[in-house]
């Protein structure tokens, strides 16, 4: 008993001789990209022996205003970067393509190093650059005007790419020489190898049928009616020569927009290229972009993760242009749509519905822009629906003309730049979950066909989000003992059941360390009281598109409305645990650490992506009876009035977390409860039970022992009895 009391006060004792410090890092892995690359169909990655893309016709743009995370495959030819609306800060129009150092899988690129290497790649199809065929066909020369031009930004709201890094455009065309592309594949039935009852075992070898000599070893068992992969011929496409034509270093956004960008109209800056060389004037030019990036260097792996980002948007090519032509007849909204809610992204139903007029925005904040040289005129609105379809209500910003961007900026006419909540989302009486879609329509000339379209959906379900769900970076603390606590405030009084908790993937997996789960009481407007805490957490990652793990608490805990309340971790060890980081939407204010003894306020802006879960029961885990056990919880802990429970639990084989067992009738009758006081004086002795009452005790640590003589195993946890 002296021992385990001895390792505690060198642990606290340690623990305060290291600095404290929070760390925000890259992400090591995109979830969206690794998910959906899992899912797609193998029919769009197949092709023919010799893969040859179809040339486009002039002109070419894109503005990435897509649902999809991959380049379209009528624009581009791979899958590299990342379309999206949360990287890019303030694009031309909303969506970019972002470059970081994650491949198409969402992974970092194996040969990432702290020095330098060639990371993400956008390339397009062949365009022909040979000849236009509207009105009238005929042939490309340079006194027709060819410029190529796309807008850029290092960055965004990511991490910034450093000096050594750049991006890259480079211009090419087809060699007579082909290289090779990958290996197409083709379902087979196992049936085909063996019988009815027979069974193919991890280790064997099944050869494709397309090629005898090509065997794949097999990582699971098999049976008859099972299909399985095989390779089955190799694919190859033209080789394009490459020539640099343009490049950027890294730099901070901050330094880009000062040195770079001429007013404060955007954080994009546009680049004209001009395509005089006759070379590439023929039916298989190309262009693609690339970036050069240096992962960072660390010794704490756990810290290690992507960085160097870039966004490019609003890509044109085609012939008639000049160096002047840095406008276009476009009206766009720029950002994304904004959620209604004053404080958070989501919150439960019952709680918007106890106060909805509190909850509400009185208005929102809209960034529209006008690429134009001429002033356009649009009409600007949104409008609601339920989630059974049905109308809610409606706003009609009316008709404005809008200001040319190079010049004047975002739309400052406040009907269309912050517009007006005109009304509360209908609270649906009894029902405790619902969702709103909301809809924002800029409608300018229709002959010229300027309009565009937005939309959103605001969720109401059973817990608290300040975050939008896309980490843009990691967020961890260090040393061991460090405490994390993320305020909420409730309308009403209400239970907390379970903490969602959304954690990146680490290079090396350094970041699956175990944790205290923990809930405080507030202290003045800073976390007080601990409450609550469960020990043996571990960060467990979902294999789907951001999705949050639920930490369900081993009891229900209630929680007033007078005050706020605080959900975190206490840590284990030095690593940074790196839970998802949301650098879109700020609640910096309610992000609170502990490292040396004393709350601060997180120095960084943005969001957690740790979410408590309120109301009415879950769906419980499965309990199962066993005659062994891995551990013993206590609850509550600490404990108020000296009345706790005692849970059995045990972690499932190749599990991170563990499940609450019953134990046969058998193992209970052969064990019995010890309580020891910080001085290892036994003060408490009886037979196994459930439920045990130690209100005579004195406030204090105690440690609670239990011996399970049937299975020749003693187990010891930690009380804090607090009046």
């Known amino acids: 008993m002296k021992k385990l009391i001895t390792i505690i006060l060198l642990f606290i004792f340690s623990s305060q001789l290291v600095r404290g410090q929070e760390i925000l890092s890259g992400l090591p892995v995109n979830p969206v990209i690794k998910n959906h690359h899992q899912n797609l169909p193998e029919k769009d990655f197949k092709s023919s022996y010799l893969f040859t893309p179809t040339a486009l016709n002039l002109p070419f743009f894109e503005d990435f205003k897509q649902k ?57 199809r062949p365009i022909r650059l040979d000849s236009v065929f509207d009105p009238v066909a005929r042939a490309i020369t340079p006194a027709d005007s060819i410029y190529l031009s796309f807008y850029y930004q290092p960055q ?35 049936g085909i190898y063996i019988g009815p009852s027979d069974t193919i075992f991890p280790g064997d070898v099944l050869y494709s049928p397309c090629n005898a000599n090509w065997g794949t070893t097999i990582n699971d068992t098999l049976y008859a009616k099972d299909f399985v992969m095989l390779p089955c011929d190799s694919v190859y496409r033209p080789y394009t020569d490459w020539q640099r034509v343009w490049a950027s270093k890294g730099m901070k956004l901050d330094t880009f927009k000062l040195n770079y960008l001429s007013n404060d109209s955007g954080y994009f800056r ?29 010794n704490l792996q756990s810290w290690q993760s992507n960085c160097d980002y870039w966004n490019v948007d609003f890509i044109y090519l085609n012939i008639g242009r000049s160096r002047q032509d840095t406008t276009y007849e476009y009206i766009t909204f720029t950002g994304r749509a904004p959620s209604f809610l004053k404080e958070f992204e989501s919150m439960p139903f019952t709680q918007y519905r106890d106060d909805p007029t509190s909850a509400i925005k009185g208005g929102l904040k809209m960034h529209i822009s006008n690429l134009d040289n001429i002033n356009q005129t649009a009409n600007y609105r949104y409008d609601v629906k339920n989630d059974a379809g049905g109308d809610v209500y409606d706003y009609d910003g009316g008709s404005w003309s809008m200001e040319v961007f190079n010049e004047f900026g975002y739309i400052k006419y406040p009907e269309f730049a912050t517009p007006p909540v005109k009304g509360i989302f209908p609270p649906f009486g009894g029902r405790d979950s619902a969702y709103f879609d909301v809809t924002h329509y800029l409608i300018g000339d229709q002959v010229l066909g300027l309009s565009d379209t937005m939309r959103y959906r605001q969720e109401f379900f059973n817990y608290y989000a300040y975050d939008d769900g896309t980490a843009e970076f990691g967020y961890g603390l260090t040393p061991a003992g460090s405490q994390l606590a993320y305020q909420f405030n409730l309308s009403m009084r209400d239970t907390l059941r379970a903490v969602q908790m959304f954690f990146n993937k680490t290079l090396t997996g350094a970041n699956e360390q175990f944790f205290y789960l923990a809930v405080w009481k507030d202290l003045n407007g800073r976390p007080g009281e601990l409450i609550y805490t469960q020990e043996r957490m571990k960060p467990v990652f979902e294999d789907s598109l951001y999705k949050f793990h639920t930490y369900h608490l081993d009891t229900a805990l209630p929680l007033q409305s007078d005050y706020p309340f605080y959900v975190g971790w206490i840590q284990t060890t030095t690593h940074n645990l790196n839970v998802g980081f949301d650098a879109y939407n700020d609640a910096s204010e309610h992000i609170f650490y502990n490292t040396t003894g004393v709350w601060d306020k997180t120095s960084y802006t943005g969001s ?12 419980d885990d499965p309990i199962i009876k066993s005659s062994t056990l891995d551990y013993f919880l206590v609850s509550p802990n600490p404990s108020v009035d000296g009345n706790i429970a005692i849970r059995f639990m045990m972690l499932p084989q190749g599990g991170a977390v563990a499940i609450e ?13 010890e309580v020891f006081n910080i001085l290892g004086q036994r003060v408490y002795f009886t037979p196994y039970q459930p439920q045990v009452n130690l209100s005579f005790l004195k406030q204090g640590i105690y440690f609670i022992r239990i011996n399970d003589r049937h299975n020749n195993q003693t187990m010891i946890q930690k009380l804090i009895l607090s009046r």
């Open 661 to 673: 067992i019953g134990l046969d009738d058998e193992v209970v009758s052969e064990m019995e409860i």
């Open 270 to 298: 546009q680049v004209m290229i001009p395509i005089t060389d006759t070379a590439y004037l023929r039916g298989d030019f190309q262009f693609r972009f690339f970036n050069y990036a240096s992962i960072a260097s660390d």
């Open 608 to 619: 957690l992506m740790i979410r408590p879960v309120l109301g009415k029961k879950l769906k």
């Open 156 to 190: 965004g709201r990511g991490n910034d790419p450093q000096k050594q890094d750049s991006l890259v455009l480079e211009f090419g065309h087809y060699t007579s020489d082909t290289v090779f592309w990958y290996v197409d594949s083709i379902e087979v039935s196992v």
């Open 68 to 124: 999809d995370i991959y380049p379209d495959t009528a624009r581009w030819v791979d899958y590299y970067v990342f379309i999206n609306t949360d990287f890019p800060y303030l694009p031309p129009s909303w969506g970019a393509a972002t470059f970081d150092v994650l491949d198409a899988l969402g992974n970092v690129y194996p040969d990432a190093n702290p020095l330098q290497f060639k990371a993400d790649e956008l390339t397009s």
